[in-house]
């Protein structure tokens, strides 16, 4: 059973660019999150969704951010514009349904972005 | 104050040593805590789940939570240089498995 996965690993842009970060969920698993990490700091919810819909999206920048979960494929984060502020590790969570009682969320290996 | 507070160390001790890593916060309303562990570069590996206030035990690993005092531990036995790593505890409120709240981290080397 494959775990969080999550690319590119390691993204560089230019300012000004857009930035797509994607994200698979574990198997089986209809909830995921998006987490931003800046060096020596905790993670820092930024969205959650599950398939097409965006649940709580209180931690996303007004602007220039976006996030979806298609019913096919994977959640993208959308980073449009990026500024050098931009630059973290994002960390993409995923967990199984509310039904099957279970609250724990599993992390990808992130993606670090870069702008130059 | 921020909702949940974590000494970020750096916490060095010896090889086999008791670690005993702490996290305080301050909304009464969290019922569900988490201990994940973070290597260097990799995302955070779900150490420990616990719900609401007491003990529960995994191996080397004991986890502890004091709601009154909106306390919560995370004990590793016999410490080992691969428990080296960055631990983060984390918490929500609410039965959706939402709204989870990260501390900073606490840094922790385990010297040979």
């Not at chain 1, 970060?21 to 905790?42: A, D, F, I, N, T």
């Not at chain 2, 974590?6 to 670690?19: F, N």
Request: proline share 7%; charged share 20%.
């Amino acid at each position: 059973n494959a775990g969080v996965m999550q690319n590119p690993r390691h993204l560089v842009r230019r300012r000004g660019q857009e930035a797509r970060l994607r994200c698979s969920p574990m198997k089986g698993h209809s909830h995921v999150y998006w987490y931003r990490q800046l060096p020596e700091e905790g993670l820092k919810f930024m969205v959650y969704l599950q398939k097409e819909n965006i649940i709580d999206e209180s931690g996303m920048p007004k602007e220039r951010f976006s996030a979806e979960f298609p019913k096919e494929g994977p959640s993208i984060l959308r980073i449009q514009q990026v500024v050098r502020g931009d630059s973290a590790a994002y960390f993409c969570a995923s967990s199984p349904n509310v039904a099957s009682g279970s609250h724990e969320q599993f992390f990808g290996p992130g993606t670090r972005l870069t702008v130059l | 104050q921020k909702e949940v507070e974590q000494d970020p160390g750096p916490l060095s001790v010896p090889e086999g040593a008791i670690v005993s890593l702490n996290c305080t916060y301050s909304n009464s309303a969290f019922q569900y805590f988490m201990w994940y562990r973070q290597y260097s570069r990799k995302g955070p590996e779900l150490l420990m789940y616990t719900y609401s206030s007491g003990n529960k035990e995994d191996g080397r690993f004991t986890a502890q939570v004091d709601k009154s005092s909106k306390y919560i531990s995370l004990f590793i036995r016999d410490s080992q240089p691969s428990d080296s790593a960055t631990y983060l505890c984390a918490m929500t409120p609410d039965n959706y498995g939402q709204n989870f709240v990260f501390g900073p981290g606490t840094r922790l080397s385990v010297l040979p």
